[in-house]
Structures are given as C-alpha cells and as structure tokens.
C-alpha cells in the first residue's frame, strides 16, 4: 500500500476539503492529481503528517498503486521516501474517510486515467 499526505496550512485549497471532509471525501467521490503526485510505500513517511497533532493534515492511503518507483533515480544522499510517481492524471475513488484528531484520512482506490491522460494527435495538422 502507498500514501500520501499533505499539511493544510502549506496548500491552502485543501482548507475546504479538511473542514467539510464528509461532503469533499463521501464515498464514492472522484478525486484527481492532475499534475505528478508523490505516494511513499514507507508508513514512517506517511505517518509524519499525522503525527503532528497540532497541524491539520489529511493523508491519502492506496492499498494497490500503480505508478513508477523512484528509488533509482533519487539524488545521492537523499534520504529513502520509497516515492511512487503514478502516471499523471492519477484518478482514485474514495473508499472511506475519516477524522482522527487534526488529521483527515481517506482510502482511495485508483481507477484507469486512460479517458483523462493527453494522447498525442495521431497525424500533424
């Protein structure tokens, strides 16, 4: 499994989604990183969003991601994230949310971004 997390306070369009968690993660809901999004498999980097008590945070959790493992081509003498890079657009479903002190955490499921990801023209114009 893989997650990832993001503190409230450095990415302020997350306020909303924290503050109505029920309404923006219903069940159900579609959710989607148009841009490269980072998941670790390692619980200890996910974890560091929820450790803060005194931050709000909300943490996604994936159980089966497909995307591109960047371990080899991380910078010599950074520190091991076990980083996963899913094709851009990631598309995920929300399985589940819930609030456990200042922390958001939604289950998510990742769906097929075929329909959404840019197909380059099959001919020049």
């Avoid at 409230?8 to 993660?25: G, K």
């Avoid at 929820?50 to 996604?60: F, G, L, R």
């Avoid at 002190?101 to 097929?112: A, F, G, Y």
Wanted: charged share 20%; proline share 6%.
């Amino acid at each position: 499994h893989c997650g990832r997390g993001a503190k409230v306070s450095t990415v302020p369009a997350l306020r909303d989604a924290f503050d109505n968690h029920r309404t923006a993660f219903a069940p159900g809901k579609r959710i989607n990183f148009w841009g490269f999004s980072s998941f670790s498999s390692d619980d200890k980097v996910v974890n560091r969003f929820m450790a803060d008590v005194n931050e709000d945070s909300i943490v996604y959790t994936c159980g089966k991601l497909s995307g591109v493992q960047m371990d080899a081509f991380a910078p010599a003498g950074m520190p091991d994230e076990s980083e996963v890079l899913p094709l851009a657009p990631a598309i995920f479903t929300v399985i589940a949310c819930i609030k456990v002190h200042r922390c958001v955490v939604v289950t998510i499921e990742q769906q097929s971004n075929f329909l959404d990801a840019y197909v380059a023209p099959t001919k020049e114009l």
